[in-house]
């Protein structure tokens, strides 16, 4: 598959994160060859895949050819996260709030749909915010994952923004952090219902605690002895 095809087929869903695995492989090989304009029109999901991949420093390449917006300062404000430069961090999101919140307005007279998105948006960089309290106010942390749960089970059940909204939590805390396995595994069974099944199954991985099956008596003497 060529990168420009995965390029069309990438908007066409738009973005869906269970695609991002084959998409994050395909930008790897094949970004260095692309000129600039062909980097600017792929940016948007290149990016997108490598946050979700929790590959930093190709995200950090990658938003340089993003077109300015939202997205953009938001993936500038998570990569900000992710080395603790929180007074950056801050700008960048101050600065996608102006835009979301201009863009609810305009969204407000089009259509259910569109006003959606785009208040799943403003909920995405409150939460940003609220990773940044997470990691610098201790004392506040059993309150945010309180409020993180019950927006959660508030908001629309879209497989898209759950996944998106997992991926900033896990930049505070892990996904096997009690108060928010079970919105993990909410999102599991919606990305399964979706046909995500890949996705699906790495949710649970995730939530699921890593546990080495025991070792008979045999097998042990049988290594010892070894």
């Not at 738009?14 to 991002?20: K, N, V």
């Amino acid at each position: 598959m060529s990168i420009r095809n995965q390029t069309g087929r990438s908007n066409a869903i738009d973005h869906a994160l269970g695609e991002f695995q084959s998409g994050y492989e395909l930008v790897q090989n094949h970004f260095e060859s692309l000129n600039d304009d062909q980097r600017q029109k792929t940016a948007h999901w290149a990016t997108a895949a490598a946050w979700h991949q929790r590959d930093f420093q190709a995200m950090a390449d990658y938003v340089n050819f993003h077109p300015r917006g939202t997205s953009k300062s938001s993936y500038k404000a998570i990569l900000d996260i992710n080395t603790g430069n929180y007074s950056s961090a801050c700008a960048h999101i101050a600065k996608a709030q102006t835009i979301s919140y201009d863009e609810l307005q305009t969204h407000l007279g089009i259509g259910p749909q569109l006003s959606i998105k785009s208040l799943a948006k403003t909920e995405v960089l409150a939460e940003l915010e609220e990773v940044i309290q997470y990691k610098t106010q201790g004392d506040s942390r059993e309150q945010i994952l309180r409020f993180w749960s019950q927006r959660f089970r508030r908001s629309h059940a879209n497989a898209n923004t759950w996944l998106k909204r997992l991926q900033v939590w896990m930049l505070a805390c892990p996904p096997t952090t009690v108060e928010l396995q079970s919105c993990f595994l909410d999102c599991a069974k919606l990305c399964e219902s979706s046909g995500m099944h890949a996705t699906a199954k790495r949710l649970i991985n995730l939530v699921m605690p890593k546990v080495n099956p025991p070792v008979s008596k045999r097998d042990d003497e049988k290594k010892y002895h070894s």
